[in-house]
């Protein structure tokens, strides 16, 4: 054992770097393959400076990056287990149905999901807008003379449209990760039979470091972008604008009360639907999946949570048995007073889970390093806890962002507009008029480019990305220096950056064998591996499952589904056991808040049978839900004081077994719609408390 001033009078004060031969193994063996998954990220073409930027996030932010990854992939996998939910274990409806013009609604609700939501819209009058673009079969769209089903065959094509542009090429990502899990095989095979050079433990932990990079670069490929994003863009809002010109139409907008026997005071929240600074041509303003825009949450899951929460989790399998009934719970929804803006609190499960992959990862590169003699805290182990430490600030300023944000409308004047309040509400308290007038004037002489810069702009320009970009180069610094020897230094082989170290150790390595090393590598390794394959098994199970929903070919689409239901229903035990833990969880915080929270869940579960008694959801009780059709139908549907049919009454979809070949067709007028003969209802609507305006109906 000789100390690091020893070291620096016997060896000098140089880098010893590795031969060629051994850093080119490591080249081979570990950077070519981090390369090889790197280029097959969701890049777009012609864009250098996005390319950059996206690529300084992907690697110098992974925890937030990979958090609105999982959320999109979650949202995703939601849409296609409605779809899924839709029927009977066994029913497969013909094409054209309500069943395929769901599957197309919620898939292009999937779409939208990865796009930024303009933010000067009103939230919850986009919500609206959007759940009729998305789920209204009855709404004429301008210049489509008397067609009732012009907005459903605009969506048929849409998804047609959306499912043909859809990137491919899912196959050599899962090549490239081969190749990755290849290297890491053999780097471990090596460190473990060759335990005599420090090399090859260290080589190792560069695979250790950067196994959470095939998770991240697959679940992008779950969430899966179009070919060309910008071009697909256009043709969503085009849809959005359509719906907003056919509901400013007093012609149309007439036609479509009569036919859903509404009234004017239920479309009262339309007034701001002509006005161009609320409402501007662009409802989506750009894309934003894979993670690559900040704070990008999406439009899909406060669509998806109302309509889950308030008809599909208490129905479950079969929910769109009444097919015009589940649909106009659906343009309904619940009421959500944040509208497009709300967030949801089970986001903290993608949160948590993307900690602990990237935690999981650097932690095995850690032990690993930290245990290789000389034992403690230095170059290496200290690069590793640097690199992860900026990523979880970079995940923090997100979330204290977001949370001092999101309930604003983050227009061009909010910074400006705030800084100058709270300067002149300081300053008030001791000084007079003049200067505040003096710091008015001020104030108004910024330049226009820099007041139209947000309170999240400053932040994203100033902080974020700056750091995301710091990281990044710290993090292919320290991979290079371990390639090329760079730690060779009497300080980094001292292990220099706590106290325990300070030396250089010159004990045999069969010491440290006889000595438990073998279980601190062992520890290492078997975190990373744990980790590594709990995530790649979650995204290839969401792949494979979400894949009905994107697939072109309906009939495969239907064969996919079928696969799907029996996977799912095969492997309904292990899914048993997380739903008892968190149903137990909601049972004891029900009563230790003595009822006040919801005993039940409120997500959709996946199961194979229909419930005997599904809950009977009474349209007149349900805030927000309006009544449609005639009191008759109304019973046979809903059972309001009956007793529940055996058979499917009028106003429900039947639904018919076949095999699906040859190419989709478009709904014709024979298409089975709303019952003709409707009974006006104000009178009940008032009788339960119903207000003119609150909601929309279908």
Known sequence: MITVQGCRVLCGTGTAYYPWKDSSNTITTWVLPIVGLLVQAPFESNKAWQTIFLLARWVGSPIATLSYILWNVKVTGKCALMVDMATKYDEYPAEPSEFSMMRDSMYILAIMNQYTVNPSLPPVEAERLLRLALFSNLLRLPDSGNDKMSLVNRRIDLANNLRENRKKGVVPIFVSFLWFVFSLGLSIDLAF??????????????????????????????????????????????????????????????????????????????????????????????????????????????????????????????????GYAARLAIVVGSRNINGLRMFDPRMVWQISASLFVIGGSVGGAFILSWFTPTVGLGCRTGGYLVYFVIAVALLAIELVVWWLTHETTHTPDDLIARLGNRLERRMSSYKGLRKRSRMRQRLQQIPPWIQSFTLRDVIENAIIRPLEAANTVWLTYTVFAQTLGAYQTCECMGSTWAGQGGYIDFETYQYYADNGIYLSWGVATGLTLFVMSLGLLYVVFEYCTQSHLSTEDYGRAMKGLKQTRAFKKHTLFVRKIPDTIINLGKLVWHKITRGKSRRGRRSLVWTATCKKNPPVIDARKEAGLHMQGTEEQWRNVFLIGARRPTTRKEGAVEYQESQYKGPRRTLSESNRGPPKTQQKTSDARNAHGIRGGDIFAN
């Open 193 to 322: 039979t060759d335990i005599g050079t420090n090399e090859t433990a260290h080589n190792l932990a560069i695979g250790f470091l950067m196994c959470w990079l095939p998770i991240l670069v697959l679940a992008s490929s779950v969430d899966r972008n179009l070919v060309s994003a910008d071009a697909i863009r256009p043709k969503l809002n085009h849809l959005i604008t359509e719906v907003r010109s056919a509901l400013l139409n007093p012609e149309i907008l007439t036609k479509y009360m009569n036919e859903t026997d509404t009234t004017p005071e239920d479309f009262s929240w339309m007034h701001c639907l002509n006005n161009e600074d609320l409402f501007p041509e662009d409802f989506f303003i750009g894309f934003g999946g894979q993670g690559r825009t900040h704070w990008h949450y999406g439009a899909a899951h406060p669509l998806l949570a109302g309509i889950e929460s308030k008809f599909m989790a208490e129905y479950g399998r079969d929910w769109l048995r009444h």
